[in-house]
């Protein structure tokens, strides 16, 4: 019988992702601490057997006990960089100000979940190779990820779906032009099981793609979403000129892991009600 590691993790984050990757990894013998920046989460992430810890960016990390946070063998950043009125740098500032601390911790191992947004509208499949908008927030943080002496695995995860996310709830009713563009989604579901094998099996120092490998059209999506929920059809047009989109190839993963999708097309996406 193989081994079972149990490791000790912290999840930067603990929102839409984080919280129920951090309560799948409880459930499966680990160690978990989480951060919230929301005293009103604290009582949540400790329900699921989550070590709440409450950090603060601005950009500086706020907490007396980030120390503790950071006494962990594997950490997990699982924030996204927010549009607001202190620009995409606010971001990689506060990415800065938590890599400051990892000299003195005990992190020997960091997955970053960033993001497909990195690499430009082509009109054709991209892979892990292909170009990146170097100016993103998320480059300059994958960057500096890879300059640090831990094991570093890079996660550019697709359109983030599944529970409450169901991509026609967003558009209810609405005239869109996008219809025709493939999609680049991936199930909530899969993203939580991609983390704990690389955990597990310890796939580091690489850079995946997680998208679903199927890329339905938008309108297929919708239309099936609104007949599933009840929701208003979104009313598609004719767009007045060309629209640049990509197909993001998730093959590296799969060759190289060996994972199976749970939701291979979105199409066959299962959410919430």
Request: hydrophobic share 35%; net charge negative.
């Amino acid at each position: 019988m193989e081994e079972v590691l149990f490791m000790k993790i912290s999840i930067l984050g603990c929102g839409w992702l984080g919280l129920p990757l951090g309560k799948y990894l409880v459930g499966n013998g680990h160690s978990v601490k989480g951060s919230t920046t929301s005293e009103s989460k604290i009582i949540l992430l400790s329900e699921v057997g989550i070590e709440p810890f409450l950090l603060k960016f601005s950009p500086q990390i706020e907490s007396e006990k980030l120390d503790n946070f950071l006494n962990s063998e594997v950490l997990i950043i699982c924030i996204p960089p927010r549009a607001s009125k202190y620009g995409e740098d606010f971001y990689v500032q506060q990415i800065e100000s938590l890599l400051g601390h990892l000299p003195s911790s005990s992190v020997k191992s960091i997955i970053y979940t960033s993001s497909t947004s990195v690499y430009p509208d082509l009109n054709r499949e991209m892979t892990e190779d292909d170009e990146v908008i170097d100016s993103d927030a998320l480059i300059k943080v994958e960057n500096l990820l890879k300059n640090l002496p831990q094991n570093v695995t890079i996660l550019r995860c697709g359109g983030l779906m599944g529970a409450e996310r169901i991509p026609a709830k967003y558009f209810v009713g609405k005239t869109i032009n996008t219809g025709k563009i493939p999609v680049n989604y991936v199930h909530q579901e899969d993203v939580i099981q991609i983390i704990s094998m690389i955990l597990e099996k310890g796939f580091w120092n690489e850079t995946f793609n997680v998208v679903s490998p199927e890329h339905p059209i938008r309108e297929e999506i919708y239309l099936k979403n609104c007949e599933e929920f009840g929701y208003e059809k979104p009313t598609f047009e004719a767009p007045s000129e060309e629209i640049l989109f990509k197909i993001i190839s998730p093959q590296k993963l799969i060759q190289r892991t060996g994972y199976k999708f749970i939701y291979a097309n979105p199409l066959d996406f299962k959410y919430l009600r």
